[in-house]
Antibody
Framework: EVQLVETGGGLVQPGKSLKLTCATS????????MHWVRQSPEKQLEWVAQ??????????YYAESVKGRFTISRDDSKSSVYLQMNSLKEEDTAIYYC??????WGQGVMVTVSS | DIQMTQSPSVLSASVGDRVTLNCKAS??????LNWYQQKLGEAPKLLIY???NLQTGIPSRFSGSGSGTDYTLTISSLQPEDVATYFC?????????FGSGTKLEIK
């Protein structure tokens, strides 16, 4: 059974940092291109970041809205992908999903940025 | 960035109706267009990938078509369980982008 489980969300003040973790199982993680996608309280989906596989030199891509503040990374030995979020803003408040964008999605984790 | 515009934003139809949802890209996306269904409280679920390929396990009443900048998701016979919001998503070029969604309701 395929599982993607996001953890690390919560309430954080503007300007602070948070790191999300997505632990996966049930598929060949090392070959997968992994993404973070978020959904705002208004229900709009926004692609956040992507990391390719080792064969693609772990290339990374970001939405303009998070470039320079967020960093996506992966640990193939742990079948996990991460999202380090720095300098958080209130508009980063959303449910964050870990996904392959194709078959597999996590259940999502809530991040609330508020003073 | 490629902007994805979905229409209509809300669609109300009767059970058994043929329903068409539209997605227009601001530039050619070379058929790299996915459709997702999202029900209340759930993660999005892939229905169609690369314009017209039905994801495994998805009922055959769902189909996709299009090219260039214009894409369509069709439900041939609307069922009560199809109530959801539908999003298109382009993965032709970075940054990848979603449409704003079409909320599908039953009359």
């Amino acid at each position: 059974e395929v599982q993607l489980v996001e953890t690390g969300g919560g309430l954080v003040q503007p300007g602070k940092s948070l790191k999300l973790t997505c632990a996966t199982s049930g598929f060949t993680f090392s070959n997968a291109w992994m993404h973070w996608v978020r959904q705002s309280p208004e229900k709009q989906l926004e692609w956040v970041a992507q990391i390719k596989a080792k064969s693609n030199n772990y290339a990374t891509y970001y939405a303009e809205s998070v470039k320079g503040r967020f960093t996506i990374s992966r640990d193939d030995s742990k079948s996990s992908v991460y999202l380090q979020m720095n300098s958080l803003k209130e508009e980063d408040t959303a449910i964050y999903y870990c996904t392959t964008v194709a078959d597999y999605w996590g259940q999502g984790v809530m991040v609330t940025v508020s003073s | 960035d490629i902007q994805m515009t979905q229409s209509p934003s809300v669609l109300s139809a009767s059970v058994g109706d043929r329903v068409t949802l539209n997605c227009k890209a601001s530039q050619n996306i070379n058929k790299y267009l996915n459709w997702y269904q999202q029900k209340l409280g759930e993660a999005p679920k892939l229905l169609i990938y690369n314009t017209n390929n039905l994801q495994t396990g998805i009922p055959s009443r769902f189909s996709g078509s299009g090219s260039g900048t214009d894409y369509t998701l069709t439900i041939s016979s609307l069922q009560p369980e199809d109530v959801a919001t539908y999003f298109c998503f382009q993965h032709n070029s970075w940054p990848l982008t979603f449409g704003s969604g079409t909320k599908l309701e039953i009359k």
